[in-house]
């Protein structure tokens, strides 16, 4: 196996950075919605039952039929990867966004409210920082789910590492998808490991006690 001559021919380098922009475009869009999500279910508590069954109707269809159904939406390319991305990785971010909202001790909630803390100043100084260490923990897992479907988006002309793979497998070219897929498992193991040391470093500082 000529690992060299994979990564220039198939220009890893080049389609690494193509798969990190859209990894990071992706995640940072289902922090945000999932986060605000979270916020808003833990306003409307009554909407959360109904929020969370549907995400996980979402979560059961299969990567390449949501890619398929999003294309006459957005079309080929990144647009309908990272909006698949964004779908399948809401519902850990939004989920525990909420969970970790609404299961602070009351004795923290007591506390705050006896210092003159208003509702709005509990939530931003007192259940915010406590739910992030869960935050994190359905980030890790929207990194993972993110990973995979921005590797898939490939079959669909997206680009980054999905793109060397689809051709590894038209060329029979074993090589190029040993190379690429094993690439892929790395950069995903480097990704979940950052994730994991951000979950703890949090853990350690706002876990409860």
Known sequence: MDIRWVWESQNLAQRTLEHLRM?????????VIGVLLGLYLYRRPKLAPIAF???NILETVPTLALLV??????GLGEKPTIAASVIYSILPIARNTY???TSVEMSYIE????????EREVLLKVRFPLALPLIAAGVRIAVVFTMGVVTLGGLIAAGGLGAPIQTGIHLYDRDIIIVTGLWVGALALILDGVAALIER?????????
Do not use: H, M
């Open 111 to 118: 506390v705050a409210k006896a210092i003159g803390l208003s």
């Open 23 to 31: 990894f990071g475009i992706a995640l940072a869009l289902s922090v």
């Open 69 to 74: 159904l999003l294309l006459p939406l957005l």
């Open 201 to 209: 470093y949090l853990r350690d500082r706002y876990g409860r006690r």
């Open 53 to 55: 069954n549907v995400l």
């Open 99 to 101: 969970t970790g909202l």
